[in-house]
């Protein structure tokens, strides 16, 4: 049986610049699923992003949805992309084994954790007061540099990266400190500043944009407290969930975010097409 990928709409151009096409992966020309394939709204036509990719359940376990999945990687190509991208629902191990197993590597993953009504209270000589204006920018500088060494180190070029972190503080955060719905704080111990926050407060969850503790005073469990912070921050907003990403390698992070509780809930992938 030959498995195949057949279009089931004409190469859509959409409003933010990308393109995009669905297709039906057949069997012998019997459909038995979809794939939706599109580029990438940051990165741009080099990059191709899997969108969806399903595979009906009287043919799954099959190798359907391994032929689906490279043949989207040959569109893909014959767009001329370099990468693709995906996201995996953290549920579904077998999407996640096949993603690793077709070469996948995994990028970083959203974690969430449900919140109570009592905010955290923060430990003895530790208190939280607003960033500065003063501090804002050279704080922004630092984040901009941070966050695309970050994606450089997972796959992305370096001006592809950089422009990505220009491009999301900018849509994030059109006031700059003072957009509507983002908290910037700093964590004091007995008087020193040991480190930063921002969360955002303006959805249905609170989401944990960066989270730092200053290098010189690591290992002393202020890391821990700056997330006791972001939770006690999002129960004040009345929100009940709070959510962030955390980048595969930053091995001291994924540990702390395990044991508060957070639990993943998708996983983005990337590959190289060459």
Known sequence: MTTTLRPAEPLQQNADGTRSRRYRVCV????????????????????????SLRIDEPDRRRGRGTVAALAAEEVARGWGCRRIEA??????????????????????????????????????GSVARPMTEAEYGPWMARGHDTYARDWTRRGVPEAEARAKAVRDHAVLLPGGRDTDGMLFSVLEHHGTAVGTL?????????????????????????????????????????????????????????????????????????????
């Open 28 to 51: 012998n020309s019997r459909p038995v699923g979809a794939v939706h394939l599109g580029t990438h709204p940051v990165f741009g036509d080099a990059v191709a992003r899997i969108m």
């Open 198 to 274: 921002w969360l955002s407060v303006t959805g249905k969850r609170a989401y944990v944009f960066d989270v730092e503790a200053d290098p010189a005073h690591r290992g002393r469990g202020h890391g821990r407290t700056l997330m006791q912070l972001a939770e006690a921050q999002a129960v004040a907003a009345g929100r009940r969930l709070i959510a962030l990403n955390v980048f595969a390698g930053n091995t001291p992070a994924e540990r702390l975010y395990d044991s508060l509780g957070y639990a993943t809930t998708q996983y983005s992938v990337y590959k190289a097409l060459v």
């Open 87 to 124: 996201t995996v629902p953290a549920d579904s191990g077998t999407a996640l084994a096949l993603a690793t197993a077709l070469g996948y590597v995994i990028r970083n993953r959203t974690m969430e954790k449900p919140l109570g009504d009592t905010p955290p209270a923060l430990p003895e």
